[in-house]
């Protein structure tokens, strides 16, 4: 069965510490792995990631994936308030029928 | 546990036809669900939030006519398309929670209108 699992589940950090959110997954067809903020409304693009070791950053944060142990991260450093929020990772399949698999999220919490 | 389902998960249409899309909490009772469409570079849209046996909440912009939401036992809602038309082509995604800030996603639904 096709998951994605995300740790920690939750996470509580001071302004200033960096944190690493993790994801992993198992998917038959792997297209791409997408990583989400969603604070109120809607999730908010983050990356997307389809090859193994290229990082993109944006900012504060970056993120990495491994084809190979099938996982990826998301970096977050000199953390800030405005960073709490639930980081969703979702797998893209591929083939004939589009599908998303997301995990549960990490909910972060960034203390002043 | 928390699975979401959604049915059909790819649906091809002539212009005009009305497209129903539904979405099911399968192992939890979800007391609010979302709808989502995505749009180009992966961004996702909020276009209502569906809170069983009530009207759904539209974002603004979104049409309560052409969209038509209904949340009609806390483990089904569906999203009709009515009269689409080749913009309505977009992947759309819903997701259900049964508390505060927590939602669990489905896997999508792909419509293209021909």
């Known amino acids: 069965e096709d998951k994605v699992v995300q740790s920690p589940l939750s996470l509580v950090v001071h302004e200033g510490d960096t944190v690493t959110l993790n994801c992993s997954y198992e998917?038959?067809?792997?297209?791409?792995l997408l990583w989400y903020k969603q604070e109120k409304k809607a999730p908010t693009f983050l990356f997307m990631l389809?090859?193994?070791?290229i990082e993109k950053k944006s900012g504060r944060l970056s993120s990495i994936l491994d084809k190979k142990e099938l996982f990826s991260i998301l970096n977050i450093t000199a953390t800030q308030t405005g960073d709490s929020a639930i980081y969703l990772c979702?797998?893209?399949?591929?083939?004939?029928?589009?599908?998303?698999?997301f995990g549960t999220g990490t909910r972060l919490k960034v203390l002043a | 546990g928390a699975v979401v389902s959604q049915h059909p998960s790819r649906v091809i249409c002539k212009s005009g036809t009305s497209v129903k899309i539904e979405c099911r909490s399968l192992?939890?009772?979800?007391?609010?669900m979302f709808w989502y469409r995505q749009f180009p570079k992966k961004s996702l849209m909020l276009m209502a939030t569906?809170?069983?046996?009530?009207?759904?909440?539209?974002e603004q912009g979104v049409e309560k006519d052409k969209f038509l939401i209904n949340h009609a036992s806390l483990t089904l809602s569906t999203l009709t398309v009515t009269s689409a038309h080749p913009e309505d082509s977009s992947f759309y995604i819903c997701s259900a929670s049964r508390g505060v800030n927590e939602q669990f996603f489905g896997p999508g639904t792909r419509l293209t209108v021909l």
């Open positions: 998917v038959t067809n792997f297209r791409s």
């Open positions: 979702a797998v893209e399949e591929k083939g004939g029928t589009y599908k998303y698999i």
């Open positions: 569906s809170n069983e046996g009530s009207k759904a909440t539209y």
């Open positions: 389809t090859s193994s070791g």
């Open positions: 192992d939890f009772q979800a007391t609010t």
